[in-house]
C-alpha cells in the first residue's frame, strides 16, 4: 500500500473531488480526517466510501483560523502526527461578469479559496516542520492558466492562479525541512456544478469534442493525480502544477 500507516487531511472532503481523494488513499492504507463544514455530509460520505474504521470527519470553517487551528491540534493529540495534507476545499461563483459581481461574493471567493487554504497550510506546516516530513497537495484548476470565452470567472481564476504561485513559493520556502507541495489542476471534471449539465447527452457531447482525449474527467482522475504527488513515490517533485485536463491546455494554451 502506498500510504500505508499515513495520516492525511483532506479539506472538502464531502466534494466529489474530495470524496475520490479521500476513497483512494483509504484504499492505499491511509487514515484519512474529511475535513468540511457540514458534518453530516461528511458522516455520509464516511458511508460511502466503505471504511468507516479508517476515516474521521471534523467539522471545520477553515475560514476561521482559531477553528483551524483547534482541529490541526486535535488531530495532532489523536494520531501523533500529520504525513498529508490535501486543500481540496473550494468556492466558485455562477459564470457573470465581473462589474455584475457583489464585493459579498468576491470575499466569500477569497475566504474560502486563498485565505482557507493559507490558515490550514500555515497551522499543518508548524506540525511538520518539527518532524521535518510532509506533503502537501493544493487543489487547483486550469483556469489559473487560461480564461475561457463566455464563462466568467474572473475572480475564481484569480484566486487559483495564487494558489499555484502559493504552492511553488511554500515549496521552495519548506523543501530544506523535507516537506514537499504540488497543485493538481482539475479540467472538466464530472462533479460539482458541472453534473447537471453533463446529464445532458448532446452538452456532453460538445464538451467532450473539445477535449484531446475525447472524455471528462472523473473525479477518480484527480484522486490518481493526488496520490501521486502525496506518496513517497514523489519524494523528488516539489514546486510542480500538474494538470489533469485531458490535453486541454496543452491545445488550446
Known sequence: MRLNEKVAIVTGASSDIGKGIAKRFVDE?????????????????????????????????LTDESQVLQTVN????????????????????????????????????????????????????????????GAIVNIGSISSERAIPRVHLAVYSSTKAAIAMFTKS?????ARKNIRCNCVNPGIINSGMIKPYLD?????????????????????????????LASDEANWVTGAILNVDGGKTASEG
Open 74 to 133: 486535535q488531530i495532532v493529540d489523536t494520531y501523533g502526527k500529520i504525513d498529508i495534507l490535501i486543500n481540496n476545499a473550494g468556492a466558485i461563483n455562477d459564470p457573470i461578469h465581473f462589474h455584475e459581481m457583489q464585493d459579498s461574493e468576491i470575499k466569500k471567493l477569497i475566504d474560502v479559496n486563498l485565505f482557507g487554504v493559507f490558515h490550514m497550510t500555515k497551522a499543518v506546516l508548524s506540525k511538520m516542520s518539527d518532524v521535518k516530513n
Open 200 to 228: 445532458d447527452p448532446q452538452a456532453r457531447k460538445v464538451l467532450e469534442e473539445r477535449l484531446p482525449l475525447a472524455r471528462v474527467g472523473e473525479p477518480e482522475d484527480v484522486a490518481n493525480a493526488a496520490l501521486y
Open 29 to 61: 492504507g491511509a487514515k484519512v480526517i474529511l475535513i468540511a463544514r457540514n458534518l453530516e455530509q461528511l458522516e455520509a460520505t464516511r458511508k460511502e466510501i466503505g471504511n468507516e474504521e479508517s476515516t474521521v470527519s471534523i467539522s471545520c470553517d
Open 170 to 174: 511554500i515549496a521552495v520556502e519548506y
